[in-house]
Every structure is written in C-alpha cells, then in structure tokens.
C-alpha cells in the first residue's frame, strides 16, 4: 500500500529534509584526509541535536551508527568506525535521514576525498547522480512507477564509460517510498524489470527516495560478515546518490535538496515545486 501525503504532511517532510541537507553539508566539509568515518558520524549526531531532531538510521534494524559510510568498494550500508580513516584518493557515499515530527527524510551523495581522482572515478560519480536527476525529472503525474526506473537505467547506459565496458547498475538495492517510516512501499529498481510491470501511478502526494548505485564493473553485491557492509564482488569502486522527492500537483519537489530541486530540474525542463516552507 502505498502512502499518500497531504500538502501539510509534505510540509512535515520538507522541516526534515532540511536537516538532512544540513547534515550533508557538515559532512562533506569533514570528509578530508584522516579523518575517520566515526568522525564524520558525530558531525551528523551534532547536526541533529542542534535541530531537535531525531537519526532514522541509529538501530534501524540493529544499525549502530547515525550515518552510513561506503568507502570506495563498499556499495551501501557502511558502518562508522575509528579503525576507517580516509585517505586522499579515496572516494565516499555517506547516506543518512533524520525524522522531524514524525516524518522522514532520507538521502545521500559521493564524496571524493582529497584531491588526484582517476577520471573515471569523477565520472562515475557523475553519471550517478545525474541519473538521479533524471530519475527525479521523471516524477511527473500520470507517469507510472517504471518510468522513473527507465529514466534511471536510459540515462546510465548512455554514458561511454571511460576504457570501455558498461557501468553496473546495482542489482539488490534501490529506492523506495518514504513517509512515516523511512522505507515503505513501493520498492523502485535502478532498472527496468518487465517482469514487475509498469507499478503504481504518480499521483500527488507520492512520495520516493530515489537512489541509483553504480559500479566501475558488476552489478553484483555481497555483505560482509558483520551483516551490513554491502561491497561490490569484484572489488570495483562504486557511487551513491540519492534525494527524497514529493509529486504534488505543481510537479517535483525534492525535499532533500535546499533549494527543493529548482536548479537541477531546470536542466530537464521541469520546473520543481514551490517550497512551503519558504
């Protein structure tokens, strides 16, 4: 069942969005060479406690952190530790949420660590996150749930890849409603799966974190033994971006992003929703 939200929920969800841009901007000015991914979760703790709100990672089926920490291999679900300090070079997709009022937001982007990036390593990152945004274009009424998977999967099978080969759309992971709770119904895949069909309408007051993860190489994953690290089998780097978005009658309004999408859709041609709480 999916959960419609109400102008005044959307609001809800907007105050919460915020902290997470908030969160994410703190981040990535720590994000630098040797600091350790439990530093920047204490940044994220600071952040929420500065603006009464409340992590919807820390326990989240047994999760001890308030934030994930996917170093350069590692896909998703990466736990801050003291022993993971980044080195310059390195490449890293923090993802976290916040709850405010009993609403989620959800959302998370690449980060490169230093300076003296391989090329493809830059591209990579961007062919992932501008899928997002194509992801997010495609959140428009009457479109169904599958275009917003096509507009994802067209997007990244476009892009050359540097050397050759194609990216690798993550198999096992992908985006989902959001409301609430931080996952709930329906689950959206990176890529088109016919044998799913076309999945619900957009109607307004749909509501989706959007979140492609792309590899240098596999699709394919595989979690470490503490039953949370999620790395790519065949050792390949990978990207992770993601915003939360609200379909309203105006069209898309990215909750998750401080100026709620305007500038990034404007590339597209769709032209986001107002703010309310501007």
């Known amino acids: 069942m999916v959960q419609i939200k109400s102008p005044e929920q959307i609001a809800k969800m907007r105050a919460a969005g915020l ?33 009464g709100a409340k992590s919807n990672f820390l326990g989240y089926g047994g999760f001890p952190a308030t934030i994930c920490t996917s170093v350069n291999d590692v896909v998703v679900h ?23 009022d009993g609403w989620h937001g ?4 690449t980060a490169f660590v230093g300076s003296g990036h391989a090329p493809e390593l830059i591209e990579l990152s961007r062919v992932t996150e501008e899928s997002m945004w194509a992801g997010i274009a495609a959140m428009k009424l009457g479109n169904r749930l599958v275009d917003v998977s096509r507009a994802i999967e ?33 689950h959206l895949l990176n890529y088109v799966d016919r044998k799913r069909g076309k ?18 190489g596999t699709p394919r994953t595989e979690v470490l033994s503490d039953d949370w690290t999620v790395i790519t089998t065949d050792g390949t780097w990978s990207s992770h971006w993601e915003h939360s978005v609200a379909l309203t009658e105006q069209g898309p309004l990215v909750l998750t992003a401080v100026d709620g999408g305007k500038a990034k859709l404007a590339e597209h041609g769709v032209e986001a929703a107002a703010d309310p709480l501007a």
Do not use: N, W
């Open 154 to 186: 067209t997007y990244i099978r476009r892009q050359p890849k540097p050397g050759g080969g194609r990216y690798g759309i993550i198999e096992d992971y992908g985006g989902h409603g959001i409301g609430t709770e931080m996952h709930m119904d329906p």
């Open 19 to 51: 902290v997470v841009a908030a969160i994410h901007a703190a981040t990535r000015e720590a994000a630098v060479p040797g600091a350790s991914t439990k530093d920047l979760d204490e940044v994220a703790r600071k952040v929420l406690a500065e603006h």
């Open 106 to 109: 959800d959302a998370a982007y």
């Open 78 to 100: 990466g736990i801050p530790s003291d022993e993971v300090v980044l080195k310059d070079g390195d490449i890293i997709s923090i993802d976290c949420g916040a709850i405010v």
């Open 199 to 216: 999945g619900p309408k957009l109607v307004p007051g749909f509501c989706l974190a959007i979140e492609p993860m792309v590899s240098l």
